[in-house]
């Protein structure tokens, strides 16, 4: 007897468990090519929107070298064109990514760059991905694009007056902080009749509040931004003479802003430490004085932690760079003058001390007289500058260090700081001139 096996069923029931398994693995897999293409294509997006920053950067850094170097009324030049929206432009390519920059040709300018740079390539669909094959024509590339509009300041010795990355602060409600023009003449500080409302008190700070004020602001204030309460981040009396006339101690809203972006380029050593000349005693004009340092015979000047007082003095004529290893300070009956046409800039490692106006500057012009904080004196030192019988005028360029202004006396110039205090019934005067020269900064970032 010979015993039969039905094959057929079985092989059919096999080939359709083959079938269905391949089914399954070709959704699985479908899926999970559509899944990698989505990431993928994501992972693609995010990484052109943030290369969109660096050629958006490159493009101000265009504008701002025209800018400074053709000035902001002679922009048509360098590839610069005029186009009918009374902007200037230009396109400048970095491989396979662009920059179309234009600026507005105010004083100060406005620039506007957008940056374009490849987007991720079209969705390949799943036959494709297998295929090796894309869907759409790649010959022409879509490009993702941001623009940014940045404002400009011309920071010559200071831009504005106070100028901090932290805290500014106006104690007592007889300190103040204005502007007036040097080339008028001495400031009256009797009668105000050269008194202006231009002064601009700038901080990169956020916090709440950045800029305090007791006493009165008279010209504008900005800040960094605070989305969540943005109202919180200046208090007190800023504003015009106008506004002031009307008894208001409230920020007049023309004048606050909160896009403030401004870079603090940190002082370094003018040369290296003992290769200047040690100033030594001597007389002149007739006067004998500790020091006598004469730009005409040395420009360069080192000393290491020099304490002027007691009845020591220091004598500056010509063009002098004094580089300073540790603290100064110039109190007690000391002083350092600094003779009229004469300019003094003097670096300090560490903290410095100007106690009872002991900084003469004969010519009365700020841009004669700079002091500037090395980095060292991050985290580490203080700097003030007390009022008494002598105005302090000159500037201050130290980003790294806390300036106190106090004494109820006068400073006419121009103030950079970590944080800036100005106490005690003090008046910061920004004189306007030092405008005159420098060159244009960035003030503000706003992308729209």
Request: proline share 4%; hydrophobic share 35%; aromatic share 8%.
């Amino acid at each position: 007897m010979k015993t039969r096996i039905h094959r057929a069923d079985c092989q059919g029931s096999a080939l359709l468990l083959t079938l269905g398994t391949t089914l399954v693995i070709g959704i699985a897999m479908a899926s999970y090519l559509v899944f990698v293409a989505n990431q993928t294509r994501s992972t693609m997006r995010s990484q052109s929107w943030n290369s969109c920053v660096p050629v958006m950067e490159a493009g101000v850094e265009e504008a701002l070298s025209q800018i400074n170097y053709q000035g902001p009324t002679n922009l048509g030049t360098n590839g610069w064109t005029l186009g009918a929206d009374a902007l200037y432009h230009k396109t400048r390519w970095f491989g396979d990514s662009y920059c179309d920059v234009s600026i507005q040709p105010l004083d100060p300018p406005v620039i506007f760059s957008t940056g374009y740079v490849p987007g991720p390539a079209p969705t390949a669909s799943v036959t494709g991905m297998i295929l090796g094959t894309v869907n759409g024509s790649t010959s022409t590339p879509t490009y993702t694009r941001r623009t940014v509009k940045v404002a400009t300041v011309k920071q010559g010795t200071g831009a504005g007056g106070v100028n901090a990355k932290g805290l500014i602060t106006v104690s007592g409600s007889s300190s103040y902080i204005a502007s007036y023009r040097s080339s008028t003449g001495a400031y009256d500080k009797i009668g105000f009749t050269n008194r202006r409302a231009n002064a601009l008190a700038i901080s990169n700070g956020t916090t709440l509040p950045t800029i305090k004020v007791d006493g009165k602001i008279y010209g504008s204030a900005k800040t960094g931004p605070n989305a969540s309460n943005p109202n919180g981040l200046i208090t007190g009396a800023v504003g015009d003479d106008a506004w002031f006339a009307l008894g208001n101690t409230t920020p007049e809203a023309s004048h606050v802003t909160h896009d403030a972006a401004v870079t603090y380029n940190i002082p370094t050593a003018p040369f290296t430490y003992g290769t200047g000349f040690t100033p030594i005693a001597g007389a002149y004009a007739g006067t004998n004085y500790t020091y006598v340092l004469d730009g005409n015979l040395h420009p360069n000047f080192n000393l290491s932690g020099p304490n002027i007082g007691g009845g020591k003095s220091m004598v500056v004529s010509g063009n002098v760079t004094l580089y300073v290893s540790g603290d100064m300070a110039v109190s007690g009956g000391g002083f350092i003058y600094v003779a009229p046409g004469a300019t003094l800039k003097l670096y300090v490692s560490q903290k410095f001390t100007d106690s009872g106006g002991s900084v003469v500057n004969g010519s009365g012009v700020a841009k004669n007289v700079s002091l500037f904080g090395l980095d060292t004196t991050a985290g580490k030192y203080d700097w003030t500058v007390s009022g008494g019988l002598t105005d302090f005028i000159g500037t201050v360029n130290a980003p790294m260090a806390d300036l106190t202004v106090s004494g109820g006396g006068l400073a006419i110039g121009s103030f950079s700081a970590n944080t800036v205090t100005i106490s005690g019934g003090s008046n910061v005067i920004y004189d306007e001139d030092l405008s005159s020269g420098g060159n244009y900064v960035a003030s503000s970032w706003n992308e729209i």
